[in-house]
Every structure is written in structure tokens, then in C-alpha cells.
């Protein structure tokens, strides 16, 4: 199994995917991949039966999660960390700029 990886080549490998998400790590316990929306996109993802983190590399958007305090809608961007818990509505809006997001699931994303 792979212990390293480089950003460039992980985004070369998402971008050749044709895909907005590139997963590239998968054990029993979590699961990593890359997530790219174009400016303007929508975010079209469901919730997901694991908890998640996501941590924005570039890009500039907004995001909005539903959690048991009520709902929570905010700019993100480059450095921001954003958790969201197994089953709750989510997802990024308003994209000005590209957003590339690191993204991981623990347990690992079933599918």
C-alpha cells in the first residue's frame, strides 16, 4: 500500500478521471479522495453514512451543513476545516472560484 502521495499527481489523476471525486486511499477505517467543483457548479452529493472532514486546498465557495444545532452556512476557503457528521445535509454552494477539497471518511466511504 501507497504511504505517499503528491498533490500535483492526484489532481493530474482526478483531472483524467473526468470525475469531481478521485478517492485514492481506502483501508477499513477511512477513506480519502480528492473533490474538485468548477466555478459555478453545483454540488449534487447526498449525505453519506460516515463522518467526514474537509479540508479546502484552493477555491473559494460557500458551504452549508445541517447539524443537530440547526444550520450553519459559510464562506470557505484555502486552509478552512470543515466537519460534518455521519447523515447530515451538506454541501458546497455558491463556487467563485475552482474548489479542490481533500476529503476523508471514517469508516471509508462505502460504494
Known amino acids: 500500500m501507497q504511504s505517499f502521495y503528491s498533490l500535483g499527481q492526484l ?8 470525475s469531481s471525486y478521485l478517492e485514492f486511499l481506502r483501508v477499513p477505517n477511512l477513506s480519502c479522495g480528492i473533490y474538485v467543483l468548477p466555478a459555478g457548479a453545483r454540488d449534487y452529493q447526498q449525505p453519506h453514512g460516515q463522518d467526514e472532514i474537509y479540508y479546502v ?14 444550520e450553519e452556512d ?3 476557503g484555502p486552509g478552512d476545516l470543515i466537519f460534518v457528521g455521519a447523515r447530515q445535509e451538506h454541501r ?14 471514517a469508516p ?3 460504494g
Not at 489532481?11 to 473526468?18: E, F, I, T, Y
Open 74 to 76: 459559510r464562506a470557505v
Open 92 to 105: 458546497f454552494h455558491d463556487v467563485t472560484e475552482e474548489l479542490t477539497v481533500l476529503v476523508v471518511f
Open 11 to 18: 489532481l493530474r489523476d482526478q483531472l483524467a478521471s473526468k
Open 108 to 110: 471509508a466511504m462505502s
Open 57 to 70: 486546498l484552493t477555491g473559494a465557495a460557500s458551504m452549508k451543513v445541517q447539524s443537530e444545532s440547526g
